[in-house]
């Protein structure tokens, strides 16, 4: 058996094990790369407002500014590149694969501490663009239960879920038209991300669960203009349902834009709506909802600074409302707030110290037990210590959870994480 | 008596001028060179030194800032800036030339601005430049700023380009400094 | 310090069963002390998930059935099976009853009827539960025309194009480098 077959052997071996053993959640996300001048997102990735897969250039950024350097100002050469530059794929092409696993041990106060883990993410991604014109998209597998890893990604599925052998799941796939003179627009349609506040890849952030515009399962079917320019960038969405959840009435239909502006490198600060109706509300994501129509506003302000090269602050302030009125005597609509304070600090290129603070109060008007506020406190080490893996730790403290976040009690949990792409 | 006192005080106005206009320039404190470049879509690059000498010829005055400590923040973008792109080992300044005479220096505790012309020297190529200046002057030291637009391609410099993102290719300098005469 | 990495790595790759909202049905047996048909578990027979979730395979964003849904509302979260004990009791305390049939939902529970539980509306007859909210329909997920994945077949399928297409293009590569 010669060198070549052997090989090619061992490549599928590894990725029918990774595919059978690995499954789904999101991608890439560092609203924190502002600490090297790069406001934007779409020098890195293909979608403008971040997320997803990366560009020629963002995988030559993960190996220059983002992974641990071994060797001084090295020159990646293709290190970065698809499969670690295996073969060369021609210029119009992206193709990534991405696998995550998280280990998670959940400690709920006064109960004893239980071990999960998590096939977060198999995906395949890829984007083929001609000219102007560009197709991009995702696929992926989730295992069928929790047990086996799984049971996620369900606002995502492609195939009915739950299933006795787990699904498929595309969290995103759209057409698009890159329009003027640098190609500063892009006019998309199919299902995207939705532009919401600060894309993280932290999907159970409280600002990003209960504004249901996390990069996870979040995403909308719809059509959206980006533009990014040097000093301005946003987009907006005609958000025309998500077609991954049935039926019809459990939809939600409406828009929603942000736009951030970049006084300078290494400060940026946004603002964005929401507003999306349904005929059905969510009660199962929020039981303090009615099986009723519902429009839900949102409004959140955020800014991204770096006030030093080592230092980024992420804040994001939500301001939430939905049209049902609280049942069993509540005085007045839904009416809450959820914000989001984090820190990344880069001790050494490669290895980041991670702090956040979460506050979500869904009934901030009321003065009875919905008015309750739940906090949590994350902290967390992130190391980019191999080219195309990362590996990450976080200890997490909540008093609670909020709609659309997994239930937990308050408790503590300490996760493991690591994550890799060819 | 009125004709000798005008007579003195020109005299001693011209006088006064000449003795500033033929007082050496000399930098003082740490001065600040900025460079604006951008890419596709939003993309900025901010490079800076703190390295600048001002060489003061009487006409003819002389803004060198050496390039060898130009920093993005990124150090293997700085290593193709400084050898791949700028050729550092074979042009390792930027120099702007200009007529004092083209500079108008406020006189007392005042400011004055405006455009002027000068001479930029990068790489190896000259070419004539249009930049603006600001001069403060504060108890006797000169607080200069000053801005100047470039297409490197005027000075042979190729494009920078890198995985598939290509910077363009007009540039934006800012230069901060202060001196004494 | 190398050499650990492999067993690192491999800890953090490996999916390992789970075993906390699993046990859920067990801890409603212990908590009931259920002892039906002499003694075996009434519910603990590969079909107890469905008493919340929409199958027996759980999952999140799954509990939709009526009583799943009032558990939620008494406190029940993932992880915690001290919730669920209090939310039991609570319930029958109340005599809650979910699937709005008129018999109290731990009655039924401990009378091994639970299939009854399992019923996706509150359209069991005489409700008797106080204005509690149950959706008109249950949230479904995938797209309306797509296929339940009954077999391994289709991610065995995926996994397969995905491994050939990658050991194809580095054959033809060596070959043509060759």
């Known amino acids: 058996m010669g060198l070549v077959r052997k090989t090619a052997a061992l490549v599928a071996a590894l990725s029918v094990l990774a595919c059978l053993m690995l499954a789904s959640r999101p991608a890439f996300a560092f609203p924190w790369m502002i600490r090297e001048g790069y406001t934007g997102c779409n020098t890195c990735h293909a979608d403008p407002s971040g997320a997803g897969i990366l560009t020629q250039y963002g995988r030559g950024m993960e190996e220059v500014i983002l992974r641990m350097p071994y060797k001084k100002d090295a020159d990646p050469g293709k290190t970065g590149n698809f499969f670690f530059g295996a073969f060369d794929l021609p210029d119009q092409l992206l193709l990534q694969t991405d696998a995550r696993n998280l280990v998670m041990t959940v400690i709920p106060n006064g109960s004893p501490a239980q071990l999960y883990d998590y096939v977060m993410q198999l995906d395949q991604s890829a984007q083929l663009k001609l000219g102007r014109f560009r197709m991009n998209g995702s696929i992926g597998y989730t295992p069928p239960t929790q047990e086996w890893g799984g049971g996620g990604a369900l606002a995502a599925s492609l195939t009915d879920q739950p299933s006795s052998w787990g699904a498929i799941v595309a969290r995103q796939y759209w057409l698009g038209l890159d329009i003027g003179k640098d190609e500063e627009f892009l006019l998309r349609a199919g299902r995207l991300n939705v532009p919401y506040g600060i894309r993280t890849l932290e999907h159970p952030f409280f600002v990003r669960s209960v504004t249901r515009t996390d990069s996870n399962t979040g995403q909308e079917h719809g059509v959206s203009l980006a ?98 009125q609280l049942p069993g005597g509540g005085t007045s609509n839904h009416f809450g707030m959820a914000s989001l304070l984090q820190v990344d600090l880069q001790l050494y290129q490669g290895i980041h110290l991670l702090a956040a603070n979460e506050i979500y109060n869904g009934h901030i008007a009321e003065k009875n037990a919905y008015n309750t506020t739940t906090v949590t406190a994350w902290g967390g080490l992130w190391w980019f210590f191999a080219p195309h893996v990362d590996l990450r730790v976080d200890f997490v403290y909540a008093t609670g959870s909020a709609p659309g976040s997994t239930p937990t009690s308050p408790g503590s949990a300490l996760l493991a994480q690591i994550h890799g792409y060819l | 008596m009125n004709r000798a006192r005008v007579l003195v005080t020109t005299l001693s106005f011209l006088s006064a001028l000449a003795v500033t206009a033929d007082a050496k320039l000399t930098r003082t404190g740490t001065p600040a060179v900025t460079f604006h470049a951008s890419g596709p879509a939003g993309m900025n690059i901010v490079g800076t030194t703190s390295d600048l000498d001002v060489d003061d010829q009487g006409a003819k005055i002389v803004i060198k800032v050496p390039l060898k400590s130009l920093a993005t923040g990124i150090a293997l973008r700085d290593d193709h800036m400084r050898n791949k792109y700028l050729q550092i080992a074979t042009y390792p300044n930027a120099e ?48 200069v700023g000053g801005t100047v637009h470039l297409d490197i391609r005027d000075y042979g410099i190729d494009i920078p380009s890198y995985l598939g993102v290509t910077v363009k290719p007009e540039i934006g300098v800012e230069v901060q400094f202060t001196a004494t005469e | 310090m190398m050499r650990s990495w492999p067993f690192v790595l491999s800890i953090l790759m490996v999916a390992a069963p789970a075993s906390a909202t699993s046990e859920f049905p067990k801890t409603i047996v212990t908590h009931l002390a259920i002892t039906c048909d002499g003694g075996a578990s009434p519910i603990f027979d590969k079909q107890g998930c469905t008493i919340c979730h929409l199958t027996n395979n759980g999952g999140l964003g799954t509990v ?115």
Request: hydrophobic share 40%; with cysteine; net charge negative.
């Open chain 1, 227 to 324: 533009y990014t320019g040097e000093k301005v960038r946003g987009e907006v969405m005609a958000i025309l349902g998500n077609y991954a959840i049935r039926p019809d009435a459990f939809r939600e239909r409406g828009g929603s834009a942000f736009v951030e502006l970049t006084p300078s490198t290494k400060v940026a600060i946004g603002a964005s709506a929401l507003i999306t109706h349904a005929d059905v509300a969510r009660s199962d994501l929020e039981p303090s909802l009615s099986a009723s129509p519902i429009f839900r506003q949102d409004y959140a302000l955020h800014a991204r600074i770096s006030p030093a090269k080592a230092l980024v602050i992420l804040a994001e302030v939500d301001a939430l409302y939905n049209s049902q």
């Open chain 2, 96 to 143: 702007l030339t200009l007529d004092r005479a083209t500079v108008h220096f406020p006189n007392g505790d005042t400011a004055s601005s405006g455009d002027a012309t000068g001479s930029m020297a990068i790489h190896g190529k000259t070419k004539n430049v249009s930049f603006h200046y600001n001069i403060t002057r504060v108890t006797g030291t000169l607080h």
């Open chain 3, 64 to 178: 939709q059935h009526p009583f799943g849904i009032e558990m939620r509302k008494l406190g029940v979260t993932q992880f915690n099976d001290n919730a669920l004990d209090t939310a039991l009791d609570q319930a029958q305390t109340e005599g809650l009853d979910s699937n709005c049939d008129g018999i109290a939902d731990t009655t039924q529970l401990s009378s091994c009827d639970w299939p009854s539980l399992v019923v996706n509306h509150c359209d069991g007859g005489t409700a008797n539960d106080g204005g509690l909210i149950n959706p008109t329909e249950n949230v479904l997920y995938g797209c309306s025309t797509s296929p339940v994945i009954d077999s391994p077949a289709l991610p065995v399928f995926m996994a397969c194009v995905l491994s050939g297409t990658l050991a194809l293009a580095i054959v033809r590569k060596r070959r043509k480098r060759a």
